[in-house]
């Protein structure tokens, strides 16, 4: 056999048996190192390595491994990374998949740590480059002067892949593969340089050029890195997909209004449903489910078949629901083999275990020949309903109707599944409900008790609502005080009031930064209601807008007139004033800072360390039941404002007008023209 030959299938071997190698942990590697010291020994006594000696070793590591095993000393386990950097607030150090579980090792970390900062670092540059060839241009020039392709040429987004020649990828791939293997050298990934490396990332260029000498700010600064990188992952998997589903670059999307890439008649999906019957005001297209998104044509027709066939059949159903307490049943038997009545038959959910198993066939078999028949002509049964009148109204009156009916359908299983729930909390049909006073199926004693201990406890609410079950939340009083919270108005956190459906308090380290969150968002509501009445009443800042002239009455349209360069100062502004309230406020909560608290009063009665306010501050010398009251409307208006905000944006999508906190009295024409119908001379 020739020598390379030779080569090749030892080489092969060797590289199938280590793929057999359990990786070394701590405890494998020491092993590993007391065989070779074995085997240097036994060449000291023996030059030559014969098959009986390979056999005698074998048997020597058999007897070993059948040896009683001892009891442990040292307890191995999968290395701590909580401490390294990423591990930060407010997750801290967060695996959700385990990578440093089991029997990972600093390498096998330090490898992972590696492949991250290079997929953050690739990732900032590839959302740089996905959108700044659209906002500052692109270079001028060839980008390959044989195939005639310019620089302008290239799209932005994944189209540019198809449009880069064959020879541009190579070179890219080359300088790739220098940039990997001779510049940077990165040891850490492995290979033959396994170990032998400092710190993962770290190439020795410094931080623009110069090295950090303050251990804490260098910290910072990676932190800083990582962060970024992360975000940049999850930014480019998004521009991906957004550009992949629509075909545009993100900059594109947004010029052209595509900001969603389903149904709105752009893009790959281009069918739009918002046009369809059905779409109507207060909420227009309304797919909060996504059941629209990756179908065509066909298969909206299907869901709106299916949504047709529900409605009407939860029409139907309701009507069953009230009609035999109303105006009572049919009479005589329904089953006279089994001596059942209709009479029997109760307007609940229970009367579907009295309905004999041929009665159901029945049905199934009347529903099978309406099925049948609903294949020829699904939508259209004339109207009245299978009286022959096909196609006989006219198109206005006809939309009118459908739309009518769709909607009907719509509050039709809305209302049945809340009444089956109601029935099933209460054991009593709907009519039974009113009759006896029981609207509420957690109060008043007619919940049936025998269903779960939440039930009998719900039953016995009215206790709670004495006031003699000091352990209940104060807003939902039913219900325990939830976990982390005091159920006081004016405890650690002004407004609680024992409402915690979702248990986000279960966290008491997080639960500073939720009220953070919550303060922010409700002042921004605040802001943002009473600028959308600024807008609406045109009292706009005229010699900042002059030239750049935006809606006064339609204040979602007049945000997209905003030009770029307002954005960026906005945005600046908030990054700015964000960054501030994060080094003085959130980071400071170990510190006694209060979550919210930025210090505009330095003389406010807190009884805690204040943070020193930026900018201006005022005086105002409150009490403590004052400052508490003060503290306790600010956290309901903001609530307040949360709500209101939202419905005033819906509003506004919905009408094309934006509501106002100041309401608008027009005088109707018959109240200005009245004086015009009274007699001369009276």
Known sequence: MPAMSKIAVCGGALMAASAFVTPAGPRTARMQSSLRGTNVEQGKAKSGTSLSGALASMAGLAAVANRPARTPQTVLCAYDASNEIGACDPLLFWDPIGYCGGDCTKQDFDRRRAVELKHGRICMFATIGMLWPDVFGKFDG?????????????????????????????????????????????QSFGGFAYAKYGEPGNFGTGYWGRKIQDPAERRLKLTTELNNGRLAMVAMTAMLIQNGLTGQSPVEQLTSGHISPFNDGQGFFAFDASKELGACPPLGYWDPFGMMAFQDEEKFRRNRELELKHGRICMVATIGMIVPDLFGRFGGDLSPSMGLKFSDIPCTIEAIYKVPAAGWLQVFALAGAIEAKNLAFPTNYGYPPFWGQ????????????????????????????AIVAQNGATGQSLVEQFTTGNLNPFIGGYAQKERTDRMSMHAQSDFFFSGKAGNNSEAIPWEPIPQGLSNDLFGPYVGDVGFDPAGFAKNTRLLPWYREAELAHGRVCMLATLGYTVQTSGAKFEPFITRYPTDSSDPLKAATQVPIVGWLQILVVIALSELWRYENVISKYSEGVQPGDLGWNPTA??????????????????????????????????????????????????????????????????????????????
């Open 142 to 186: 060839y980008l390959s002067p044989s195939q005639n392709l310019k620089f302008a040429d290239v799209p932005s987004g994944l189209a540019a892949i198809s449009k880069v020649p064959l020879e541009g990828w190579l070179q890219v791939l080359l300088v790739a593969g220098l940039i990997e293997t001779q510049l940077f050298k990165d």
């Open 390 to 417: 096909i196609d006989k109204l006219e198109p206005e009156e006809k939309q009118k109707k459908l739309l009518a009916e769709i909607n009907n359908g719509r509050l039709a299983m809305v209302a049945m599944a």
């Open 605 to 682: 009665p807190t009884g805690s360390k204040r943070p020193k306010w930026f900018g201006p501050t005022f005086s105002a010398n409150y009490a403590p039941e004052e400052w508490n009251n003060m503290r306790l409307r600010e956290i309901k208006h903001c609530r307040l404002a949360m709500v209101g905000f939202f419905f005033m944006v819906l509003t506004n999508a919905s009408t094309g007008q934006g509501p106002s906190l100041l309401p608008t009295y027009t005088q109707e024409e018959f109240q200005s023209t009245v004086g015009d119908f009274i007699p001369k001379g009276l």
